[in-house]
């Protein structure tokens, strides 16, 4: 299964926001969500595509469609958000850290 899916799978069955803003969240589904970088030969040969699937827009999406994505997600899981549940805030943080790392990397790109 792509990270990508994983990711999909992950947020549809685990973040679910009521009208409060709570988020539901089994921390048990994250414990394979984060790949080892230790072993980055196949890593490096599809990261960028592994990118464009992390911030949910098609290949080749240019950078103000990325840009788009981009805070779209921010807005969605920032740990700013959680500040009140320890175990939400944590894995909003490695979240949004993935995020930036997709972004950074698209910026230094079409930079």
Known sequence: MSLFSRIKNIIKSNLNFSKTSEIEIDLNSYKDFYFDDSNSSSFEKDKE????????VEYGSGLKEIKKAYKKLLKKYHPDLFIN????????????KKINEAYNYFERKFL
Do not use: M, S, T
């Open 85 to 96: 549940n320890q175990e939400k805030l944590k894995i909003a943080q490695k979240l949004i």
């Open 49 to 56: 595509k592994e990118y464009y699937k992390i911030l949910e």
